[in-house]
Nanobody, 126 residues
Framework: QVHLVESGGGLRQAGASLRLSCAAS????????MGWFRQAQGKKREFVAA????????FYSDSVKGRFTISRDNVRNTVYLKMNRLKPDDTALYYC???????????????????WGQGTQVSVAS
């Protein structure tokens, strides 16, 4: 099973940018669909973005579309989430997730992913 480690979280002012990284080890993720989810305190985990194993297709939640960009570097075995124009509502613990091949369920659901990282905290001050 692939091991995922997120990094890059921190505290930012509203309107600032941040880039999260998800480094994979144990096996290559070149054939993995990868995603980012987040969970704010007291709320359910929610889908943020996903990217196909080829990198050709991306998916975003309506709340981040146009502000966040998911990308991948299969040589570095790493997935990124570039977050622009941050808002206080973006404050959450951000999780990286992955699953081999094409998903059998919608990538917007946590059930699509079998491997998860421990999360990195993003806090946005108003």
């Amino acid at each position: 099973q692939v091991h995922l480690v997120e990094s890059g979280g921190g505290l930012r002012q509203a309107g600032a940018s941040l880039r999260l990284s998800c480094a994979a080890s144990g096996r290559t993720i070149s054939n993995y669909t990868m995603g980012w989810f987040r969970q704010a305190q007291g709320k359910k985990r929610e889908f943020v973005a996903a990217i196909s194993w080829s990198g050709d297709t991306t998916f975003y939640s309506d709340s981040v579309k146009g502000r966040f960009t998911i990308s991948r570097d299969n040589v570095r075995n790493t997935v990124y989430l570039k977050m622009n124009r941050l808002k206080p509502d973006d404050t959450a613990l951000y999780y990286c997730a992955g699953d081999q091949g094409d998903p059998v369920v919608a990538v917007t659901t946590a059930f699509a992913f079998g491997s998860w990282g421990q999360g990195t905290q993003v806090s946005v001050a108003s």
